[in-house]
C-alpha cells in the first residue's frame, strides 16, 4: 500500500515536472521570439510590455498554458515567472546558450581573425563575441582587453592570424596601434587588413573635396535638402510634385558615415531635377509662404538652374554610382580578400578609362547643354561670370600675356579628371598595400594558379602556423591545379575542397587561411567578433555582465 501511494505521489510529481518543463520552455520560446525580430520585451506598464502579451496571446490558443497560470493565481505562493527579473534571466540563459555556441564553433575553427569571425571552409560565418565598456581609447588599452576578453571566453590565439580595423590611428597604427600592439604581446605576426570599405569611403570623401567647385556641389545639395525638411509646408509641396512623377525621387541628406549618401543624394536630384524647381516656383507665388522662405527658394532655385551644376551633378552620378558598387562589393558577406583586389584591380581600370575617354567625357558637357536648354540659360555668360580669367601680376609671372585661358570645355574636362586622379591615386595606394601583405598568395586564385611557384609555397609556409614542408604543399598544388581552374571564384574551390580537402590537407590550410583573412569592419552583414565599446559611460543602465549577455539575444 505504501509503495502504491508512493508511485502515486512520483507520477504526481513527474506529472507536474513535465508540465512546468514544458511552461518554461514556452516562456523561453517567447523570449526567444522577441530577440529573433528585434522587438523590446518590455514597457511601461509591464503588464503592456510584448513578453508579457505575447504569453496572454499563446494562453488563448493553448489550454494547459492557460491551466497553469490559472492554477498558479489559486496557489498561496504564486509565481507567474513573467515579472522583469524573469525575462532578464531568459535573456540572459539565450545569451549564454548562444555565446557558447559561438565559442565552439571558433574553437573549432583553424584561423580566426580579430573584427571579423572565425570562417572556416564549408561557409563564412561571423559573430559578435563581445560587447565591452573601454575608458581609454589607447591603443595598448584596447589591445588589453581584446586579448584579456579572449582568454576569458576560452579562445586560444593560437589560431589568431589577421586583424582588420579602420584608419583610427589608435587602431590601425603602426606604431602604437591595436594591430602594433596584438603583434607584439603575441610575438609574431598578426597581419593586418586595412577595412576596405572604409579606405574606399575616404578615397571618395577626399575625391570630393579636390576642387571648390566639388565642395560648393555637395554644400548645395545638403542645404536643398535642409530647405524642403526644416518645414512642413515646404515638404509637403516637394511630396505632392513627386507623387504626380513617376520618375522622382525622394532628396537625399549627405552623411558622414553612410558612405552610399553622396551617390543617393545626387541621383535623388538628378532624376528629380524638374520637380524640385518646379517646387521652387510654387513656393515664390504661394501665399501661404513667408518672405523668408521664398527668398531662399529663390536663392537655391538660380544655383539649381546653372550649367556648371547639371554637368557636375551628371560627371559625379558615374563617378559615385562606380565607387558606390565597389564599396557595397567589398561589404559582400561571401567575398574574400584575394576577390575584393580583384575588384578593386577592375575598378582602377573603369576610372583609367574613364579619364582617357575625351568622348565620353565631352557626351556629359552635351548632356548638360541639353538638360539645361529649357530653362533659357546663357551657358558661356555664367561660365565667364564664375570663372573669367584673372591675369596674373608681373611680379608674378614675367610674361602674363602668355598664360594659356582655357575654354569652357578644356576647363570642365580638366575638372573631371581631377577627381578621376584622385581616386585613382587612392584606391591605387590601397591595393599596393594589399598586394604588398598577400604578394605570396596572389597566385592560388582559378585565373593564375598556373603562375605558382615553389618559393611561393616556401613564404606561405613560414606564415600560416603549423604549415610545414612547402615541396609537399607545391606538389598538392600541381595535382589540384587542373580542378582549381575550373572554379569561377573562391567559393568554389571552398566546395571543391569541401569534397576532396581531406585529400589536400596542406591546400586546405592555405585556403582556410585566406578565407580568414578580414576584407572590412563595416557593413550592414558584417558582425564584428570582439565589438569594443569605448565609451567612457554606457548610455544606459545596464551593468557589464547583463550587457555582454544582451548582445547575443
Not at 17 to 30: A, F, G, H, P, R
Not at 57 to 62: C, G, V
Request: hydrophobic share 40%; charged share 25%; net charge neutral.
Amino acid at each position: 500500500m505504501l509503495d502504491s501511494n508512493r508511485m502515486k505521489e512520483d507520477q504526481e510529481q513527474e506529472m507536474i515536472l513535465q508540465l512546468n518543463k514544458q511552461v518554461i520552455v514556452t516562456l523561453l520560446d517567447s523570449a526567444r521570439y522577441l530577440a529573433r525580430q528585434g522587438l523590446a520585451f518590455r514597457r511601461n506598464p509591464e503588464s503592456e510590455g510584448n513578453f508579457v502579451q505575447l504569453v496572454y496571446l499563446q494562453r488563448r490558443n493553448n489550454q494547459v498554458f492557460n491551466d497553469w497560470f490559472l492554477k498558479m493565481k489559486l496557489e498561496k505562493y504564486q509565481v507567474s515567472y513573467l515579472s522583469h527579473q524573469s525575462q532578464n534571466e531568459y535573456i540572459q540563459l539565450l545569451g549564454e546558450a548562444v555565446e557558447s555556441l559561438v565559442i565552439e564553433e571558433i574553437n573549432k575553427s583553424p584561423f580566426i581573425s580579430i573584427m571579423e569571425g572565425p570562417w572556416t571552409l564549408l561557409q563564412i560565418e561571423e559573430r559578435l563575441l563581445s560587447v565591452q565598456e573601454l575608458p581609454s581609447k589607447v591603443g595598448q588599452d584596447i589591445c588589453l582587453l581584446l586579448l584579456k576578453t579572449l582568454q576569458r571566453k576560452g579562445i586560444s590565439t593560437e589560431k589568431l592570424v589577421a586583424q582588420c580595423y579602420d584608419n583610427a590611428p589608435n587602431m590601425g597604427g603602426i606604431h602604437k596601434g591595436v594591430q602594433a600592439c596584438v603583434t607584439n604581446h603575441l610575438n609574431r605576426e598578426i597581419l593586418h587588413i586595412p577595412c576596405g570599405a572604409h579606405n574606399s569611403n575616404l578615397a571618395v570623401e577626399y575625391a570630393c573635396v579636390c576642387s571648390i567647385e566639388y565642395i560648393n556641389l555637395f554644400m548645395l545639395l545638403q542645404e536643398l535638402y535642409n530647405y524642403f525638411t526644416l518645414s512642413i509646408k515646404r515638404c509637403h509641396v516637394l511630396r505632392e510634385a513627386f507623387d504626380k512623377s513617376p520618375y522622382a525621387l525622394h532628396i537625399k541628406s549627405l552623411s558622414d558615415t553612410r558612405w552610399t549618401a553622396n551617390y543617393e543624394s545626387i541621383h535623388a536630384v538628378i532624376e528629380s531635377y524638374d520637380e524640385i524647381i518646379y517646387c521652387f516656383h510654387l513656393i515664390e507665388e504661394g501665399e501661404q509662404f513667408d518672405k523668408e522662405s521664398k527668398l531662399q527658394g529663390k536663392n537655391l532655385r538660380s544655383k539649381f538652374i546653372s550649367y556648371e551644376i547639371i554637368v557636375l551633378l551628371k560627371f559625379m552620378e558615374n563617378i559615385t554610382r562606380t565607387t558606390n558598387s565597389l564599396t557595397v562589393h567589398l561589404q559582400s558577406k561571401q567575398l574574400d580578400i584575394l576577390s575584393s583586389m580583384e575588384l578593386i584591380t577592375n575598378t582602377l581600370k573603369l576610372i583609367k578609362m574613364m579619364r582617357n575617354d575625351d568622348q565620353s567625357l565631352k557626351n556629359i558637357l552635351l548632356l548638360g547643354e541639353k538638360h539645361i536648354e529649357p530653362y533659357d540659360v546663357d551657358i558661356d555668360k555664367g561660365f565667364n561670370r564664375l570663372h573669367r580669367f584673372h591675369q596674373p601680376s608681373c611680379r608674378i609671372d614675367p610674361k602674363p600675356a602668355k598664360v594659356v585661358q582655357l575654354t569652357r570645355e578644356s576647363f570642365y574636362l580638366k575638372l573631371f579628371r581631377v577627381i578621376l586622379d584622385h581616386l585613382y591615386t587612392m584606391y591605387s595606394d590601397f591595393l599596393n598595400v594589399l598586394n604588398e601583405k598577400l604578394k605570396w598568395f596572389i597566385n592560388v586564385t582559378p585565373g593564375r594558379i598556373e603562375n605558382l611557384t615553389l618559393n611561393e609555397c616556401t613564404h606561405m609556409c613560414g606564415i600560416i602556423p603549423k604549415l610545414t614542408s612547402p615541396s609537399l604543399l607545391f606538389t598538392e598544388f600541381q595535382l589540384l591545379s587542373d580542378q582549381i581552374k575550373e572554379c569561377d571564384d573562391m567559393n568554389g574551390i571552398s566546395k571543391l575542397l569541401q569534397q576532396f580537402g581531406h585529400l589536400y590537407p596542406k591546400v586546405s590550410s592555405v585556403y582556410n587561411y585566406i578565407l580568414t583573412l578580414p576584407i572590412t569592419t563595416a557593413t550592414n552583414e558584417r558582425i564584428h567578433v570582439l565589438y569594443l565599446h569605448y565609451c567612457v559611460f554606457l548610455r544606459s543602465n545596464l551593468n557589464r555582465a547583463m550587457l555582454d549577455t544582451r548582445k547575443n539575444k
